[in-house]
């Protein structure tokens, strides 16, 4: 079985940058070349900063209505997310991996039945995946990040509101941190999630929260 808490380290280039700027400048430059527009090229013989993604302010929520409560809530305690290549116009990707095993529901005996084998069957397919493929910018800090989902054995495309902080008001002496967060809808039948449809809402409007921390420097 995979591993369940697949926190992994990446290099983001810094520059001169903060690192929440950088990354922004990244996504942005990535639009402006898929769009035609020109934009000016990253260093990238600047230093290469380390980043951990810090569980304690992330995480990943899907919400859907039903006939049992207004709303359901379930979040997964253990995910991943990376941010890959950033090095250049039009590169990079956010790779989030989920733990669907580590699934919990606001009405608990909703845990099981999601996790059976009509739904997630989460014994023979313990990850779910999002993989960047696109990032459109809307505005300095805001944008529509396109990528492949996968439940189950089904990959399919969705797009996501994402918002990067613009400043996270690290402390004087505390770590950098660099944060963003990810929304929007995907069709559980299109994943083949069918069971329960009478009782379960369709639509899944799916939440992402990712913050990473940068890593003190060897000295």
């Known amino acids: 079985m995979r591993d369940r808490n697949p926190i992994r380290r990446r290099r983001v280039t810094t520059g001169r940058l903060k690192p929440h700027a950088t990354a922004i400048a990244m996504f942005a430059c990535a639009a402006c070349a898929a769009a035609g527009v020109s934009a000016d090229p990253i260093d990238t013989s600047a230093p290469l900063a380390q980043y951990r993604l810090d569980p304690g302010r992330s995480g990943v929520t899907f919400d859907v209505t039903n006939v049992w409560h207004s709303n359901l809530t379930m979040r997964f305690g253990r995910f991943g997310a990376e941010l890959d290549g950033f090095q250049g116009v039009a590169s990079g990707r956010v790779m989030v991996t989920i733990d669907a095993t580590s699934l919990e529901a606001n009405a608990p005996f909703v845990t099981g039945i999601v996790e059976g084998g009509g739904m997630?069957?989460?014994?023979?397919?313990?990850?779910?995946?999002?993989?960047?493929?696109?990032?459109?910018?809307?505005?300095?800090?805001n944008g529509l990040l396109t990528g492949d989902l996968t439940i189950r054995s089904t990959t399919r495309p969705v797009t996501l509101d994402v918002t990067f902080d613009a400043d996270p008001h690290?402390?004087?002496?505390?770590?950098?941190?660099?944060?963003?967060?990810?929304?929007?809808?995907?069709?559980?039948?299109?994943?083949?999630l069918t069971k329960w449809s009478s009782a379960v809402g369709d639509d899944v409007h799916m939440r992402i929260r990712a913050e990473f921390v940068r890593e003190r420097a060897d000295p």
């Open 120 to 141: 997630l069957d989460v014994a023979h397919y313990p990850a779910i995946r999002f993989v960047s493929t696109r990032i459109v910018r809307l505005g300095p800090f």
């Open 170 to 192: 690290d402390p004087p002496g505390a770590l950098q941190t660099l944060a963003f967060s990810a929304d929007g809808h995907f069709s559980r039948s299109a994943f083949g």
